[in-house]
């Protein structure tokens, strides 16, 4: 469980050990109140000569509550407070019956069971069973004590005082036992709604990841269909570009610089036609065989292939591989593809800021993963857009697709990573690609060929 959800949990119980002693304390001194002015009203006639001592025990029934409820307030030792206000009002009760005649009494011990009953809703079948035996022997022990002459009694018992006793005290052990049952049954049904509630709370939030699965895989296949509309068409441009690159270079010797520009071009238009054929086999489900892949050489090769936008615009591009970091198993394009897409978003944030303009691709390890995270200065990302960066055609840039960042976290799904967005502590955003680890892949050794 969670911290929030400890926490969460320890409140929902403060909750009801408050509403307990609530209810506890609303009984007590409601049963107070109804003995006293039943005392007033209609008194026992064994109680002529004591009805001062049943007023002043009713008071300090209905006065105790107070120290009672600043004692639960400390939190201190709250379960055997609980069995300490339980034994005292059983104690109350008998001193009550003793000021009435004790064994003359007899008739009066159905008031016992108001405190196993309060005990058994409010607290437990165990605490119902403890105040039951409790209440028994008090009386059974003050009776005995009268009967040797130990105690003195105010008034003689009524003839057959004994057997109406046992009588009684038997009718409190029995409504004693059918409190704790009760209790006990109602306590197993809360606990059982109570995971009924759990599980339907965990199904409820399964719906939702399945709906929200199904909405964007929905978002998906027709972003697939989409990209199999138009990669041909771009593919055909491409491949137009290639072919006058070639023509200019049967034109005659070119000088050294403009031979290197060419040869970029090149470059870059069969990286497109590569990352055009992707997405076209991707649209189709195509299946490709994947192969170790080292992500420090597309880094490299990414930093290289941005340098010079990256000048212009007076950005810092740097690299921070661990001299340790692993292979991973894929296809090369896709790694490719997914850090670009990742470099041109942080070129993007960057491009407003008013301070250094920095992009790092860094990469480290963590277990059996490969980490790999984007870092730059721009001005982060917004709390309410960190839920939503991921979706298919979500975007806050006035030109953007919205495509980009879905596609990146489609790649890397595949690849059976995961991609993450957050705002770094020194400002800027952070994209983290986790991808696992190749079985044998300790070191930096794959050659990607992603040139033609």
């Not at 001062?52 to 120290?67: G, Y």
């Not at 109406?164 to 049952?181: E, M, P, S």
Request: one cysteine or more.
């Amino acid at each position: 469980m969670s911290r929030r959800g400890r926490e969460g949990s320890a409140e929902a119980e403060h909750g009801r050990r408050r509403r307990q002693l609530r209810q506890e304390l609303l009984a007590r001194a409601a049963v107070a109140l109804i003995i006293f002015a039943f005392n007033e009203i209609w008194p026992a006639p064994s109680a002529e000569g004591v009805r001062w001592l049943v007023r002043l025990l009713t008071l300090v029934v209905f006065a105790v509550n107070a120290p009672y409820y600043l004692a639960a307030r400390t939190r201190v030792r709250l379960r055997e407070q609980t069995y300490a206000r339980m034994f005292g009002d059983v104690m109350f009760v008998t001193l009550g019956l003793y000021a009435v005649g004790g064994l003359a009494a007899a008739p009066y011990i159905g008031v016992y069971t108001i405190v196993p009953v309060y005990a058994a809703i409010v607290f437990s079948a165990r605490a119902c069973v403890l105040a039951t035996s409790t209440a028994t022997a008090a009386f059974g022990g003050m009776a005995v004590a009268q009967h040797l002459g130990w105690l003195p009694m105010s008034r003689a018992p009524i003839e057959g005082a004994g057997t109406i006793a046992a009588f009684n005290l038997l009718i409190v052990n029995v409504v004693g036992v059918l409190a704790a049952f009760l209790a006990e049954a109602y306590r197993e049904s809360r606990r059982r709604l109570a995971a009924l509630n759990r599980e339907l709370e965990q199904a409820h939030d399964e719906s939702l990841r399945l709906t929200a699965e199904l909405t964007r895989s929905g978002r998906l296949v027709a972003l697939g269909e989409v990209v199999a509309g138009v990669v041909h068409e771009i593919r055909n441009v491409l491949q137009s570009a290639l072919g006058h690159v070639w023509i200019m270079r049967r034109q005659g010797e070119w000088p050294a610089s403009l031979t290197r520009h060419a040869d970029q071009i090149e470059w870059s238009c069969n990286s497109a036609l590569r990352i055009v054929q992707n997405a076209l086999e991707t649209a189709r489900h195509t299946t490709r065989q994947p192969v170790p892949v080292s992500i420090t050489e597309i880094a490299r090769r990414i930093v290289d292939l941005k340098a010079y936008d990256a000048r212009r615009a007076g950005i810092q591009l740097a690299l921070d591989f661990a001299p340790d970091f692993p292979e991973v198993t894929g296809v090369a394009l896709d790694v490719q593809q997914l850090l670009l897409n990742l470099v041109a978003n942080a070129q993007d944030a960057v491009a407003s800021a008013a301070g250094p303009r920095a992009i790092t691709i860094a990469g480290f390890r963590d277990g059996d993963r490969a980490i790999v995270e984007v870092r730059d200065t721009g001005p982060g990302i917004p709390a309410a857009q960190l839920e939503r960066i991921f979706e298919p055609f979500f975007t806050t840039k006035r030109d953007g697709t919205g495509l980009g960042l879905a596609i990146s976290a489609g790649i890397a799904r595949d690849l059976g990573g995961e991609l993450t967005a957050a705002n770094g502590a020194a400002g800027g955003a952070i994209f983290r690609v986790s991808l696992p680890v190749r079985p044998d892949g300790d070191g930096v050794t794959a050659d990607l060929s992603l040139t033609s």
